[in-house]
C-alpha cells in the first residue's frame, strides 16, 4: 500500500489562500453573498465569531490568532518576541512555527518589521547560473509577499527588479525559465505570480538550508 506523502502546507492555509484570491476583488456585498451561498451549500452554521471580514486576518489581526493558536503555539521561537512578529501575517506565523523558522533567522533574508516585508539577503541560491538564480528570486519573493499579507503573490515588476537586482534576469530566456517553473510557480506578466503549495515548500527548504549553522572549514 502507498503511503501519502505528508507536505509541509497545511489544507487549510490553502483554502483560505484560494478564498481570499476569489474574493479579494469584488465589493463587500458580493463577497458576502459568495460566502453566505457557500455556507448554505456546505450546511455550515457560521457564527458572528466565525463571520471576521478576510482584511482582517490578511492584514495580521493579533486577537484573531491567538484565538484559532493553541497555548502551546503563542510563542513561534523561544527567541521570538511580539515586536519581532509584528507585520506578520496570522497565515505565515503559522507556518514559521511549522517549520521552526523564528523571526530571527529569517530577518537575515527579509526586511521583518517594516510596512512591505521584501526580499533582502545579499545573495540569493543559485551561484552564477541565472537560471537557478531566478527560481530562488522567485521563490524567496512569494515568501516576502506571503510573510506580509498571508498570499504569496507578487507582480511581474517586482520580479524583474528584484531579478535584475540580484543579476538573474536573463531577458532572452526569461519566459522559457518560468516555464520550467510551471509547477511551483503559477500566472504570467499581466496577472502577476503567485506560488503553489508546491513552490512554498521549495521555498521552505531554500530557508532551512539558509539557516543551516555553516560547518568550519
Known amino acids: 500500500m502507498k503511503k501519502h506523502l505528508k507536505t509541509d502546507l497545511d489544507p487549510e492555509i490553502i483554502a483560505i489562500s484560494a478564498v481570499y484570491t476569489a474574493l479579494k476583488d469584488l465589493n463587500q456585498d458580493a463577497q458576502n ?50 515586536q519581532e512578529l509584528e507585520g506578520i501575517s496570522p497565515v505565515a506565523r503559522k507556518w514559521m512555527l511549522r517549520n521552526g523558522l523564528s523571526a530571527t533567522a529569517l530577518s537575515n533574508t527579509f526586511s521583518l518589521g517594516v510596512d512591505e516585508i521584501d526580499l533582502v539577503a545579499k545573495t540569493v541560491p543559485g551561484g552564477k547560473n541565472k537560471k537557478e538564480k ?49 509547477s511551483e510557480v503559477s500566472g504570467n506578466k499581466e ?19 539558509l539557516n543551516q549553522p555553516q560547518k568550519p572549514s
Do not use: W
Not at 515568501?143 to 504569496?152: C, D, E, H, I, K
Not at 527588479?161 to 531577458?171: F, I, N, R, S, V
Not at 496577472?191 to 527548504?205: D, F, K, M, N
Open 33 to 82: 453573498r459568495v460566502i453566505n451561498y457557500v455556507s448554505a451549500k456546505l450546511g455550515l452554521n457560521r457564527s458572528q465569531t466565525d463571520s471576521h471580514n478576510l482584511d482582517d486576518s490578511e492584514n495580521g489581526d493579533d486577537d484573531d490568532y491567538q484565538m484559532q493558536t493553541p497555548k502551546n503555539e503563542t510563542d513561534l521561537s523561544h527567541k521570538d518576541t511580539g
Open 134 to 182: 531566478m527560481r530562488s528570486v522567485f521563490l524567496l519573493k512569494g515568501v516576502a509577499a506571503y510573510l506580509g499579507g498571508g498570499v504569496a503573490r507578487f507582480t511581474h515588476e517586482q520580479a524583474k527588479e528584484t531579478c535584475l537586482h540580484y543579476d538573474a534576469y536573463d531577458g532572452k530566456n526569461f519566459a522559457t525559465y518560468l516555464k520550467g517553473m510551471q
Open 191 to 209: 496577472t502577476g505570480y503567485q506560488l503553489s503549495a508546491r513552490g512554498l515548500t521549495s521555498a521552505t527548504e531554500i530557508l532551512k538550508q
